[in-house]
Protein backbone atom coordinates (compact mmCIF):
# COMPACT_ATOMS: atom_id res chain seq x y z
CA UNK A 1 0.00 0.00 0.00
CA UNK A 2 1.51 3.40 -0.93
CA UNK A 3 1.99 6.21 1.47
CA UNK A 4 -0.54 9.13 1.08
CA UNK A 5 0.17 12.25 -0.19
CA UNK A 6 -0.24 15.01 2.02
CA UNK A 7 -3.29 16.40 2.15
CA UNK A 8 -3.55 19.94 0.24
CA UNK A 9 -5.32 22.33 0.80
CA UNK A 10 -7.22 23.92 -2.52
CA UNK A 11 -5.96 27.11 -3.46
CA UNK A 12 -8.49 30.15 -2.90
CA UNK A 13 -9.89 31.97 -6.00
CA UNK A 14 -8.85 35.66 -4.94
CA UNK A 15 -6.45 37.98 -6.30
CA UNK A 16 -3.28 38.28 -3.94
CA UNK A 17 -2.84 34.04 -4.07
CA UNK A 18 -1.72 34.76 -0.41
CA UNK A 19 -4.94 34.88 1.66
CA UNK A 20 -7.75 32.78 1.81
CA UNK A 21 -10.60 35.54 1.64
CA UNK A 22 -14.10 34.08 2.35
CA UNK A 23 -17.93 35.86 2.32
CA UNK A 24 -17.82 38.95 4.71
CA UNK A 25 -19.35 37.73 8.13
CA UNK A 26 -21.35 40.26 10.42
CA UNK A 27 -19.62 41.34 13.36
CA UNK A 28 -21.45 41.72 16.82
CA UNK A 29 -20.98 44.52 18.72
CA UNK A 30 -23.46 43.94 21.29
CA UNK A 31 -23.84 41.77 24.37
CA UNK A 32 -26.33 38.92 24.21
CA UNK A 33 -26.99 35.50 25.37
CA UNK A 34 -27.81 33.22 22.21
CA UNK A 35 -30.95 31.57 24.14
CA UNK A 36 -32.36 34.67 25.47
CA UNK A 37 -32.73 37.66 23.32
CA UNK A 38 -34.03 36.08 20.07
CA UNK A 39 -35.88 33.76 21.26
CA UNK A 40 -38.64 36.03 22.56
CA UNK A 41 -37.89 39.34 21.73
CA UNK A 42 -40.19 41.77 19.67
CA UNK A 43 -39.97 40.75 15.78
CA UNK A 44 -38.03 43.62 14.90
CA UNK A 45 -35.60 42.70 16.95
CA UNK A 46 -35.02 38.93 16.10
CA UNK A 47 -32.16 37.44 13.33
CA UNK A 48 -33.85 36.88 10.14
CA UNK A 49 -32.42 33.54 10.17
CA UNK A 50 -34.03 31.24 12.81
CA UNK A 51 -31.88 28.94 15.29
CA UNK A 52 -33.12 26.71 18.24
CA UNK A 53 -34.01 28.66 21.02
CA UNK A 54 -34.37 28.43 24.99
CA UNK A 55 -36.24 30.20 27.23
CA UNK A 56 -34.21 33.11 29.57
CA UNK A 57 -35.38 35.02 32.50
CA UNK A 58 -35.78 38.73 32.34
CA UNK A 59 -33.01 38.39 35.39
CA UNK A 60 -30.88 36.92 33.23
CA UNK A 61 -31.62 39.33 30.01
CA UNK A 62 -31.40 41.85 32.53
CA UNK A 63 -27.61 40.98 33.37
CA UNK A 64 -26.68 40.75 29.66
CA UNK A 65 -27.84 44.22 29.10
CA UNK A 66 -26.17 45.71 32.64
CA UNK A 67 -22.98 43.49 31.87
CA UNK A 68 -22.10 43.98 28.30
CA UNK A 69 -18.46 42.26 28.43
CA UNK A 70 -14.65 44.35 28.65
CA UNK A 71 -13.81 43.76 24.87
CA UNK A 72 -15.91 43.85 21.43
CA UNK A 73 -14.11 42.20 18.80
CA UNK A 74 -14.47 43.13 14.66
CA UNK A 75 -14.90 39.69 12.69
CA UNK A 76 -15.64 41.34 9.47
CA UNK A 77 -14.14 39.69 6.79
CA UNK A 78 -12.23 37.13 8.85
CA UNK A 79 -10.43 34.42 6.81
CA UNK A 80 -8.02 31.82 7.21
CA UNK A 81 -4.26 33.04 6.05
CA UNK A 82 -2.02 31.25 3.55
CA UNK A 83 -0.03 28.41 5.44
CA UNK A 84 2.85 30.16 3.64
CA UNK A 85 2.57 33.43 5.63
CA UNK A 86 3.93 32.61 8.56
CA UNK A 87 3.42 34.71 11.76
CA UNK A 88 5.85 37.24 12.84
CA UNK A 89 8.18 35.25 15.14
CA UNK A 90 8.45 35.84 18.63
CA UNK A 91 11.98 35.80 19.33
CA UNK A 92 11.38 32.10 21.08
CA UNK A 93 11.79 28.91 19.78
CA UNK A 94 11.03 25.36 21.53
CA UNK A 95 11.88 22.06 20.67
CA UNK A 96 8.22 21.52 22.57
CA UNK A 97 6.30 23.81 20.92
CA UNK A 98 4.38 23.22 17.22
CA UNK A 99 3.40 26.21 16.09
CA UNK A 100 0.51 26.42 13.49
CA UNK A 101 0.41 28.66 10.59
CA UNK A 102 -2.88 29.17 9.60
CA UNK A 103 -3.85 31.94 11.66
CA UNK A 104 -7.01 33.57 11.43
CA UNK A 105 -6.92 36.99 10.08
CA UNK A 106 -9.14 39.94 11.54
CA UNK A 107 -8.84 42.47 9.36
CA UNK A 108 -11.20 44.73 10.76
CA UNK A 109 -10.25 44.60 14.28
CA UNK A 110 -8.78 47.65 16.13
CA UNK A 111 -9.77 47.39 19.82
CA UNK A 112 -7.17 45.67 22.92
CA UNK A 113 -7.98 42.50 22.78
CA UNK A 114 -6.62 42.08 26.89
CA UNK A 115 -6.98 38.18 26.99
CA UNK A 116 -5.48 34.42 26.15
CA UNK A 117 -7.07 31.38 26.38
CA UNK A 118 -5.47 27.62 26.65
CA UNK A 119 -7.19 24.34 26.66
CA UNK A 120 -4.79 22.09 28.55
CA UNK A 121 -5.45 18.26 28.01
CA UNK A 122 -4.11 15.03 29.61
CA UNK A 123 -1.57 15.07 26.34
CA UNK A 124 -1.26 18.48 24.73
CA UNK A 125 -1.99 22.16 25.14
CA UNK A 126 -3.88 24.55 22.73
CA UNK A 127 -2.94 28.14 23.13
CA UNK A 128 -5.28 30.75 21.21
CA UNK A 129 -4.48 34.43 21.21
CA UNK A 130 -5.07 37.80 19.58
CA UNK A 131 -1.50 39.66 18.10
CA UNK A 132 -0.97 42.45 16.15
CA UNK A 133 1.35 42.60 13.08
CA UNK A 134 4.09 45.34 13.67
CA UNK A 135 4.69 45.32 9.80
CA UNK A 136 1.23 45.41 8.09
CA UNK A 137 0.04 48.43 6.61
CA UNK A 138 -3.54 47.82 7.04
CA UNK A 139 -5.63 47.09 10.40
CA UNK A 140 -6.50 44.25 12.05
CA UNK A 141 -4.53 41.51 13.51
CA UNK A 142 -4.79 37.93 13.85
CA UNK A 143 -6.29 34.96 15.64
CA UNK A 144 -3.09 33.10 16.15
CA UNK A 145 -2.18 29.25 17.76
CA UNK A 146 0.26 27.40 19.64
CA UNK A 147 0.40 23.66 21.10
CA UNK A 148 2.72 22.41 23.81
CA UNK A 149 3.37 19.19 25.16
CA UNK A 150 1.54 19.30 28.68
CA UNK A 151 4.46 17.53 30.19
CA UNK A 152 5.87 20.52 29.33
CA UNK A 153 3.98 23.30 30.91
CA UNK A 154 6.25 25.19 32.63
CA UNK A 155 7.30 26.27 28.72
CA UNK A 156 3.79 27.18 27.98
CA UNK A 157 3.95 29.58 30.99
CA UNK A 158 7.17 31.27 30.23
CA UNK A 159 5.45 31.53 26.39
CA UNK A 160 2.06 33.23 28.28
CA UNK A 161 4.48 35.48 30.54
CA UNK A 162 5.72 37.08 27.25
CA UNK A 163 2.81 37.55 26.05
CA UNK A 164 1.69 39.41 28.44
CA UNK A 165 4.71 41.48 28.63
CA UNK A 166 4.23 42.35 25.20
CA UNK A 167 0.84 43.47 24.95
CA UNK A 168 1.46 45.58 28.15
CA UNK A 169 4.40 47.14 26.35
CA UNK A 170 2.14 47.68 22.68
CA UNK A 171 -0.73 48.82 24.97
CA UNK A 172 0.36 50.49 28.11
CA UNK A 173 -1.58 48.32 30.81
CA UNK A 174 -0.58 46.94 33.57
CA UNK A 175 0.72 43.53 33.61
CA UNK A 176 -1.91 42.33 35.73
CA UNK A 177 -4.60 43.93 33.33
CA UNK A 178 -4.27 40.46 30.91
CA UNK A 179 -6.79 37.80 31.76
CA UNK A 180 -6.09 33.67 31.03
CA UNK A 181 -9.26 32.27 29.83
CA UNK A 182 -8.70 28.33 30.70
CA UNK A 183 -10.13 24.57 29.98
CA UNK A 184 -9.92 21.25 29.87
CA UNK A 185 -8.49 19.33 32.98
CA UNK A 186 -5.75 21.11 33.39
CA UNK A 187 -7.15 24.16 33.89
CA UNK A 188 -7.94 22.98 37.54
CA UNK A 189 -4.56 20.97 37.61
CA UNK A 190 -2.46 23.95 36.81
CA UNK A 191 -4.66 26.68 38.29
CA UNK A 192 -2.23 28.00 40.83
CA UNK A 193 0.96 27.06 38.66
CA UNK A 194 -0.44 29.72 36.32
CA UNK A 195 -1.77 32.38 38.48
CA UNK A 196 1.12 32.71 40.57
CA UNK A 197 3.47 33.01 38.00
CA UNK A 198 1.92 35.39 35.88
CA UNK A 199 0.08 37.44 38.44
CA UNK A 200 -3.18 37.52 36.47
CA UNK A 201 -6.84 36.52 36.79
CA UNK A 202 -6.97 32.61 35.60
CA UNK A 203 -10.82 31.76 34.58
CA UNK A 204 -11.65 28.45 34.56
CA UNK A 205 -14.14 27.39 31.72
CA UNK A 206 -16.16 24.57 31.16
CA UNK A 207 -14.63 21.86 28.75
CA UNK A 208 -17.71 20.61 27.10
CA UNK A 209 -19.20 23.58 26.72
CA UNK A 210 -15.78 25.29 25.01
CA UNK A 211 -16.02 22.61 22.81
CA UNK A 212 -19.22 23.55 21.12
CA UNK A 213 -19.08 27.36 21.18
CA UNK A 214 -15.42 27.00 19.71
CA UNK A 215 -17.22 24.64 16.91
CA UNK A 216 -20.02 26.55 16.17
CA UNK A 217 -18.42 29.70 15.57
CA UNK A 218 -15.80 28.06 13.07
CA UNK A 219 -18.91 26.09 11.58
CA UNK A 220 -20.71 29.47 11.05
CA UNK A 221 -18.19 32.06 10.91
CA UNK A 222 -14.85 31.30 9.26
CA UNK A 223 -14.49 29.89 5.48
CA UNK A 224 -12.83 27.54 4.19
CA UNK A 225 -12.54 26.07 8.05
CA UNK A 226 -15.14 23.19 7.54
CA UNK A 227 -14.63 20.20 5.17
CA UNK A 228 -15.63 16.91 3.69
CA UNK A 229 -13.05 14.15 2.59
CA UNK A 230 -12.96 11.79 -0.43
CA UNK A 231 -10.31 10.16 -2.74
CA UNK A 232 -11.19 11.92 -5.30
CA UNK A 233 -12.02 15.29 -3.74
CA UNK A 234 -9.84 15.14 -0.47
CA UNK A 235 -10.77 18.66 0.52
CA UNK A 236 -14.32 20.03 -0.38
CA UNK A 237 -15.16 22.77 1.45
CA UNK A 238 -18.35 23.40 2.56
CA UNK A 239 -19.15 27.29 3.86
CA UNK A 240 -20.23 28.94 6.54
CA UNK A 241 -24.11 28.01 7.24
CA UNK A 242 -26.85 28.78 10.31
CA UNK A 243 -29.02 26.00 9.97
CA UNK A 244 -26.25 23.03 12.01
CA UNK A 245 -28.24 21.77 14.21
CA UNK A 246 -28.67 18.96 15.23
CA UNK A 247 -25.41 17.03 15.00
CA UNK A 248 -22.60 14.73 17.02
CA UNK A 249 -19.25 16.46 17.63
CA UNK A 250 -16.48 13.72 18.06
CA UNK A 251 -13.64 14.98 20.29
CA UNK A 252 -10.57 13.02 20.11
CA UNK A 253 -7.73 13.79 22.52
CA UNK A 254 -6.06 11.81 25.06
CA UNK A 255 -9.46 9.81 25.29
CA UNK A 256 -12.61 10.56 22.88
CA UNK A 257 -15.81 12.18 23.80
CA UNK A 258 -19.09 12.32 21.94
CA UNK A 259 -21.37 14.71 22.36
CA UNK A 260 -24.80 15.33 20.43
CA UNK A 261 -25.79 19.20 20.35
CA UNK A 262 -29.16 20.45 20.01
CA UNK A 263 -28.78 24.33 19.40
CA UNK A 264 -25.87 26.95 20.71
CA UNK A 265 -24.62 25.82 24.47
CA UNK A 266 -27.10 22.78 24.41
CA UNK A 267 -25.50 19.68 24.53
CA UNK A 268 -25.33 16.24 25.80
CA UNK A 269 -22.26 14.22 26.48
CA UNK A 270 -23.91 10.48 24.62
CA UNK A 271 -20.70 8.41 24.74
CA UNK A 272 -16.99 8.14 24.10
CA UNK A 273 -14.32 5.81 24.37
CA UNK A 274 -11.06 5.55 26.39
CA UNK A 275 -9.03 4.54 22.90
CA UNK A 276 -8.04 7.89 21.45
CA UNK A 277 -4.97 9.49 20.77
CA UNK A 278 -3.47 8.72 23.89
CA UNK A 279 -3.48 4.97 23.27
CA UNK A 280 -2.03 5.25 19.95
CA UNK A 281 0.83 7.99 21.07
CA UNK A 282 1.55 5.14 24.28
CA UNK A 283 1.31 2.33 22.55
CA UNK A 284 3.52 3.47 19.64
CA UNK A 285 5.42 5.07 22.03
CA UNK A 286 6.12 1.50 23.54
CA UNK A 287 6.74 -0.23 20.00
CA UNK A 288 8.35 2.25 18.35
CA UNK A 289 11.52 4.54 18.32
CA UNK A 290 9.76 7.62 17.50
CA UNK A 291 9.45 9.90 20.58
CA UNK A 292 6.76 12.73 19.61
CA UNK A 293 3.11 12.64 18.32
CA UNK A 294 4.23 14.16 14.73
CA UNK A 295 6.95 11.51 14.37
CA UNK A 296 4.51 8.84 14.98
CA UNK A 297 2.30 10.38 12.03
CA UNK A 298 5.38 10.91 9.77
CA UNK A 299 6.39 6.94 10.74
CA UNK A 300 2.85 5.93 9.81
CA UNK A 301 2.78 7.98 6.54
CA UNK A 302 5.50 5.90 5.32
CA UNK A 303 4.68 2.27 6.42
CA UNK A 304 2.75 -0.36 5.26
CA UNK A 305 -0.49 -1.96 7.35
CA UNK A 306 -0.48 -4.70 5.23
CA UNK A 307 2.77 -5.88 6.52
CA UNK A 308 0.94 -6.64 10.17
CA UNK A 309 -2.32 -6.66 9.50
CA UNK A 310 -4.46 -9.81 8.57
CA UNK A 311 -6.91 -8.61 5.49
CA UNK A 312 -9.93 -9.97 3.90
CA UNK A 313 -7.82 -11.51 0.98
CA UNK A 314 -5.60 -12.92 3.03
CA UNK A 315 -7.97 -15.14 4.56
CA UNK A 316 -10.11 -15.59 0.94
CA UNK A 317 -7.89 -15.02 -1.36
CA UNK A 318 -10.85 -12.87 -3.02
CA UNK A 319 -13.09 -10.36 -1.87
CA UNK A 320 -15.73 -11.04 0.05
CA UNK A 321 -18.69 -9.69 -2.22
CA UNK A 322 -21.87 -11.26 -1.10
CA UNK A 323 -21.20 -9.20 2.26
CA UNK A 324 -19.46 -6.45 0.73
CA UNK A 325 -16.13 -6.57 2.20
CA UNK A 326 -13.33 -5.85 -0.38
CA UNK A 327 -9.90 -8.07 -0.28
CA UNK A 328 -8.04 -5.06 1.18
CA UNK A 329 -10.38 -4.81 4.32
CA UNK A 330 -8.79 -5.08 7.42
CA UNK A 331 -10.10 -8.36 8.86
CA UNK A 332 -7.90 -8.28 11.72
CA UNK A 333 -5.25 -5.70 13.04
CA UNK A 334 -1.60 -7.00 14.11
CA UNK A 335 -3.47 -10.65 12.64
CA UNK A 336 -0.22 -11.25 10.77
CA UNK A 337 2.20 -10.69 13.53
CA UNK A 338 1.71 -14.05 14.99
CA UNK A 339 2.29 -16.27 12.33
CA UNK A 340 5.48 -14.09 11.63
CA UNK A 341 6.74 -14.70 14.81
CA UNK A 342 6.06 -18.52 14.83
CA UNK A 343 8.03 -18.27 11.29
CA UNK A 344 10.89 -16.82 12.74
CA UNK A 345 11.12 -18.79 15.75
CA UNK A 346 11.22 -21.78 13.91
CA UNK A 347 13.62 -20.62 11.58
CA UNK A 348 15.78 -19.89 14.73
CA UNK A 349 15.84 -23.41 15.55
CA UNK A 350 16.61 -24.51 12.05
CA UNK A 351 19.77 -22.75 12.99
CA UNK A 352 20.41 -24.21 15.72
CA UNK A 353 18.97 -21.70 18.89
CA UNK A 354 16.64 -22.40 21.30
CA UNK A 355 13.40 -20.36 20.32
CA UNK A 356 12.21 -21.46 24.04
CA UNK A 357 15.25 -19.70 26.03
CA UNK A 358 14.98 -17.29 28.73
CA UNK A 359 15.36 -13.96 26.68
CA UNK A 360 12.32 -13.61 24.64
CA UNK A 361 13.09 -13.42 20.70
CA UNK A 362 11.27 -9.77 19.30
CA UNK A 363 10.71 -9.79 15.89
CA UNK A 364 13.22 -8.10 13.84
CA UNK A 365 12.64 -4.94 11.85
CA UNK A 366 13.00 -4.69 8.06
CA UNK A 367 13.11 -8.31 6.80
CA UNK A 368 9.69 -8.70 8.74
CA UNK A 369 7.89 -5.07 8.94
CA UNK A 370 9.05 -1.82 9.77
CA UNK A 371 8.46 0.63 12.94
CA UNK A 372 6.02 3.03 10.20
CA UNK A 373 4.53 -0.78 9.49
CA UNK A 374 3.21 -0.77 13.34
CA UNK A 375 2.51 2.92 13.36
CA UNK A 376 -0.16 2.43 10.59
CA UNK A 377 -1.68 -0.37 11.54
CA UNK A 378 -1.96 0.88 14.90
CA UNK A 379 -3.12 4.40 13.39
CA UNK A 380 -6.34 2.49 11.38
CA UNK A 381 -6.87 0.27 14.74
CA UNK A 382 -7.53 3.18 16.81
CA UNK A 383 -9.24 5.64 13.83
CA UNK A 384 -11.36 2.59 12.76
CA UNK A 385 -12.57 1.94 16.35
CA UNK A 386 -13.37 5.72 16.54
CA UNK A 387 -15.19 5.64 13.44
CA UNK A 388 -17.66 2.71 14.24
CA UNK A 389 -18.42 4.25 17.14
CA UNK A 390 -19.51 7.60 16.28
CA UNK A 391 -21.45 6.04 13.59
CA UNK A 392 -23.42 3.85 15.89
CA UNK A 393 -24.22 7.01 18.17
CA UNK A 394 -24.97 8.73 15.94
CA UNK A 395 -27.73 5.96 14.90
CA UNK A 396 -28.49 5.62 18.02
CA UNK A 397 -29.47 9.64 18.41
CA UNK A 398 -30.50 10.28 14.32
CA UNK A 399 -27.77 12.13 14.20
CA UNK A 400 -26.77 13.03 10.00
CA UNK A 401 -23.80 15.54 10.63
CA UNK A 402 -20.63 14.26 12.31
CA UNK A 403 -18.20 16.63 13.80
CA UNK A 404 -14.43 15.44 14.40
CA UNK A 405 -12.64 17.72 16.49
CA UNK A 406 -9.39 17.29 18.43
CA UNK A 407 -5.72 17.34 18.41
CA UNK A 408 -5.33 13.44 17.51
CA UNK A 409 -6.11 14.17 13.62
CA UNK A 410 -4.27 17.25 12.85
CA UNK A 411 -4.89 17.03 9.29
CA UNK A 412 -3.17 13.75 8.74
CA UNK A 413 -4.72 12.69 5.65
CA UNK A 414 -4.36 8.59 6.63
CA UNK A 415 -6.73 9.64 9.89
CA UNK A 416 -8.92 11.71 7.37
CA UNK A 417 -9.70 8.99 5.48
CA UNK A 418 -10.12 6.07 7.77
CA UNK A 419 -12.23 8.14 9.81
CA UNK A 420 -14.23 9.26 6.41
CA UNK A 421 -14.75 5.77 4.84
CA UNK A 422 -15.89 4.28 8.30
CA UNK A 423 -18.84 6.69 8.38
CA UNK A 424 -19.55 6.40 4.76
CA UNK A 425 -19.23 2.94 4.41
CA UNK A 426 -21.34 1.55 7.54
CA UNK A 427 -24.20 4.50 6.93
CA UNK A 428 -24.33 3.25 3.43
CA UNK A 429 -23.70 6.83 2.29
CA UNK A 430 -26.29 8.62 4.51
CA UNK A 431 -24.31 10.27 7.16
CA UNK A 432 -21.66 12.72 6.16
CA UNK A 433 -18.63 12.92 8.29
CA UNK A 434 -16.78 16.80 8.92
CA UNK A 435 -13.69 18.08 9.39
CA UNK A 436 -11.81 21.06 10.54
CA UNK A 437 -8.24 22.91 9.60
CA UNK A 438 -8.28 23.70 12.83
CA UNK A 439 -9.62 20.92 14.63
CA UNK A 440 -7.39 20.70 17.75
CA UNK A 441 -8.61 23.97 19.15
CA UNK A 442 -12.27 24.14 19.34
CA UNK A 443 -12.27 24.09 23.41
CA UNK A 444 -9.54 27.10 23.02
CA UNK A 445 -11.17 29.27 20.76
CA UNK A 446 -14.42 28.09 22.53
CA UNK A 447 -12.46 29.49 25.72
CA UNK A 448 -11.66 32.64 24.11
CA UNK A 449 -15.00 33.52 23.26
CA UNK A 450 -16.47 33.48 26.32
CA UNK A 451 -14.50 36.43 27.32
CA UNK A 452 -16.34 38.02 24.78
CA UNK A 453 -20.05 39.62 24.59
CA UNK A 454 -22.19 36.37 24.32
CA UNK A 455 -22.75 34.98 20.45
CA UNK A 456 -20.28 37.83 19.21
CA UNK A 457 -19.71 37.13 15.44
CA UNK A 458 -22.94 35.64 14.78
CA UNK A 459 -24.71 36.30 11.92
CA UNK A 460 -28.03 36.09 14.23
CA UNK A 461 -26.57 38.52 16.36
CA UNK A 462 -28.82 41.86 17.65
CA UNK A 463 -27.58 44.40 15.45
CA UNK A 464 -30.38 46.91 15.96
CA UNK A 465 -28.57 49.10 19.07
CA UNK A 466 -31.58 51.37 18.29
CA UNK A 467 -34.19 49.53 19.42
CA UNK A 468 -32.79 48.78 22.89
CA UNK A 469 -35.45 50.60 24.27
CA UNK A 470 -37.93 48.65 22.64
CA UNK A 471 -36.17 45.78 23.93
CA UNK A 472 -36.09 47.11 27.24
CA UNK A 473 -40.09 47.88 27.19
CA UNK A 474 -40.55 44.56 26.01
CA UNK A 475 -38.65 43.30 29.30
CA UNK A 476 -40.45 45.08 31.68
CA UNK A 477 -43.66 43.92 30.38
CA UNK A 478 -42.38 40.13 30.23
CA UNK A 479 -41.05 40.30 34.19
CA UNK A 480 -45.10 41.72 34.87
CA UNK A 481 -46.50 39.02 32.63
CA UNK A 482 -44.02 36.43 34.69
CA UNK A 483 -45.30 37.95 37.88
CA UNK A 484 -48.56 37.28 37.13
CA UNK A 485 -48.05 34.08 35.79
CA UNK A 486 -46.53 33.20 39.40
CA UNK A 487 -49.06 34.65 41.65
Known amino acids: MSPFPPLQIPPADHPSGREEQGETTTATT ?10 AA ?4 RPTISRSRTMTTTAEIDSTIAKPGSVKINVTGAFIVDPDTATPKNGRVSPTTHHETSDIRLPNHT ?21 REVDQTDPGGRLTFQTFETDRIDDCVEFMRELRDRQAKLTGSRPGDLA ?5 GGAYKFYD ?4 ALGVDVSREDEMECLIIGLDFFITEIPREVFTYSETDPMHFVGPRDAIYPYLLVNIGSGVSMLKVTGPRAFERVGGTSLGGGTLWGLLSLLTGARTFDEMLEQAGNGDNTHVDMLVGDIYGQDY ?16 VFKMKKDAEAAAAADGHDPNGTTPR ?7 FTDGDIARSLLYAVSNNIGQIALLQSQIHN ?3 IYFGGSFIRGHRQTINTLSYAIKFWSKGAKQAYFLRHEGYLGAVGAFLKRQPKNWGRRGSLENIAALDELQEWRKQRAKDEAAAAS
Not at 30 to 39: E, K, N, V
Not at 121 to 131: A, E, H, T
Not at 193 to 196: E, L
Request: no cysteine.
Open 30 to 39: TARDPSSLDA
Open 42 to 45: PTSL
Open 111 to 131: AVVSHIAVDIGGSLIKLVYFS
Open 180 to 184: VMATG
Open 193 to 196: KIRD
Open 321 to 336: GKIGLKSTTIASSFGR
Open 362 to 368: ALPRGPG
Open 399 to 401: LSD
